[in-house]
């Protein structure tokens, strides 16, 4: 007696009941009977890809969505299917193939135009993405995942304002989406709205627990807020969620460092060439040295790695390793060359673009304080060890010496792509306090915004000369003409503190490491005088501070 048929469609339609419903073992099996008895069922394939998918087996969900687009390739939910599949395994420009034909087929369906957005988001290609977006919200305003990944795109393009009006619509809809709360903190993170940012974060945590992004956010907004110890129990608990997590160990670091805590703070920081958007680190070639041995006998790399301050901060280091038998290659910016030949210790001191000579070890600048055990008592502080060429000093001397005195230099903006800059950076129109003191100010500002370059243009009292600096040695020989340098925290810093010049820095309520979190004083720089804002944001009274202080030197 012969078995009855295999009734296929019915078959298909109860295995697409028990997927709705979530019970996706059970649709599994059901295709899987299908596909015994039809290989090439078109709709099998692409519905058991998509039970895949659900289900995280994103290989074997690629592997049946392309059986699924062979067997019909008009079919735009397949292609968009498939497109879902390899943006998942990260194959992002064969993601957006897919995701073209899946367009050409339904160019109305706003579920797949936006899966095509999301996938130019994680191109880098913002612009596009939001206009897409855009597109879909036109069509579908309540559309939460295009709403949350217009606010992505609006803050990939630098508009966190914007970014975070899309996060607050979205949440409209979907109140309880933790990963609206997050972003929305990511956001105000960006906006210098650090409590705010606490409370997304909480909310965020509140929602998904294990939400190691957000316990890394919550604690950025909580050092931003000074509340270090807080903020270290933070990464804390992004680190029982994900030990390797680079970025939480690095802002652990940071923390650990801020407040004194030299020791581990050093040996967290090597996490920092993991952390996000962090670029693959050359291959040297050589072993990395982090002090395992003595360098007697030995010649040693060091290379620049950050910021021009940083290199200045940790070139300190040089002679120290060359009293201890090391031979020491110093490779850096191109523009702190001239300046740093004048370093002792150092038998090359070469640019980042040119061939070192040979060479048996190893180590970044910024590792040496822990290959050289450095403790915050121990911090090697005997300045200067940084001076000025005397043919640049005579040449600006010509220059500035018909400046009455005090001669004061200043520096009110840094890198506006440093991560810290809207807290550090000042704008040139809040230093009119301090310019109404009676002195000679020499602005070595290089870099200025459109508003910053209009005023000092107008102000008779600064006599600009950053647009004239061709490197540091140049920066070096205006601060040796000078009785005082003030800054906020930039590479000027770093060389009046490295020339032994006085300086004084205008450090914002959470300040960088270096500048320990309490007090007037730093223990890498002895000459200079820290004045710190007393609440986030409130540089009017650290002006007017410092512009009592320059009233009485004069």
């Known amino acids: ?102 367009r050409s087929l339904a160019p109305d369906d706003v579920n797949i135009l936006n899966q095509h957005a999301n996938v130019l988001l994680s191109l880098a290609r913002p612009q596009q993405a939001l206009s897409e977006f855009q597109h879909v919200l036109a069509s579908a305003p309540h559309h939460v995942e295009a709403r949350l990944n217009s606010g992505l795109a609006q803050a990939m393009l630098g508009f966190p304002q914007r970014a975070l009006a ?63 110890d807080d903020a270290i129990a933070s990464y804390g608990k992004a680190l029982a969620i994900r030990k390797d997590y680079a970025d939480a160990h690095f802002n652990t670091a940071l923390a650990l460092l801020t407040r004194g805590d030299y020791g581990r703070g050093f040996a967290e920081y090597e996490w920092r060439w993991r952390r996000s958007g962090m670029p693959a680190q050359r291959s040297r070639g050589k072993p990395l040295w982090l002090g395992e041995y003595p360098l007697a006998g030995k010649t040693v790399l060091l290379h620049a790695e950050q910021g021009f301050g940083d290199t200045i901060q940790f070139a300190r280091y040089v002679p120290f390793l060359a009293q201890s038998g090391a031979t020491v290659v110093l490779e850096v910016h191109a523009e702190l060359k001239p300046l740093l030949r004048r370093l002792d210790g150092a038998m090359a001191v070469i640019a980042r673009d040119e061939a070192p000579p040979p060479f048996d070890v190893h180590c970044p600048l910024g590792s040496l304080p822990l290959a050289l055990r450095t403790e915050l008592a121990t911090v090697p502080a005997q300045t200067p060890y940084l001076s000025a060429d005397a043919a640049k000093v005579a040449r600006w001397s010509a220059r500035l010496d018909a400046l009455p005195r005090p001669r004061i230099a200043i520096a009110w903006s840094g890198n506006p792509s440093h991560d810290n800059d809207r807290n550090r950076s000042i704008a040139f129109a809040r230093l009119a306090p301090l310019l109404a003191a009676p002195a000679s100010f020499v602005s070595l500002q290089r870099d200025l915004s459109g508003e910053d370059a209009a005023r000092l243009a107008g102000e008779r009292r600064v006599t600009p000369v950053g647009g004239e600096l061709d490197d540091f040695s140049d920066t070096a020989a205006v601060l040796a003409l000078c009785d005082l340098v003030i800054a906020v925290d930039t590479a000027v810093v770093h060389l009046a503190g490295a020339m032994g010049r006085p300086v ?38 650290v002006i007017a501070r410092v512009a009592d202080e320059v009233k009485r030197l004069a």
């Open 1 to 102: 007696m012969s078995s009855r048929p295999l009734n296929l469609g019915q078959l298909l339609h109860e295995a697409v009941a028990a997927q709705r419903h979530g019970q996706l073992r059970e649709a599994e099996k059901i295709y899987g009977r299908v596909l015994e008895a039809a290989p090439d069922n078109f709709d099998a394939l692409n519905l058991l890809g998509a039970v895949k998918l659900q289900q995280g087996q994103i290989g074997e969900a690629q592997r049946l969505l392309r059986a699924a687009v062979k067997a019909n390739p008009r079919a735009a939910g397949a292609w968009s299917n498939l497109g879902q599949a390899l943006h998942a395994l990260k194959r992002a420009p064969d993601a957006l193939e897919c995701l073209d034909k899946a």
């Open 166 to 228: 899309d996060f607050d619509a979205a949440l409209q809809s979907a109140p309880g989406h933790p990963g609206l709360h997050y972003n929305r903190g990511v956001a105000l993170l960006k906006l210098g709205r650090y409590v705010e940012a606490l409370d997304a974060n909480d909310r965020a945590l509140a929602i998904a627990p294990e939400h190691a992004a957000a316990w890394l956010n919550r604690g950025r907004a909580l050092a931003q807020l000074n509340g270090l």
């Open 504 to 541: 004084w820095v205008l450090v914002p309520f959470a300040p960088d490491w270096r500048w320990t979190r309490a007090g007037e004083t730093t223990p890498w720089y002895p000459t200079a005088w820290l004045f710190r804002q007393s609440s986030p944001g409130d540089w009017d009274g």
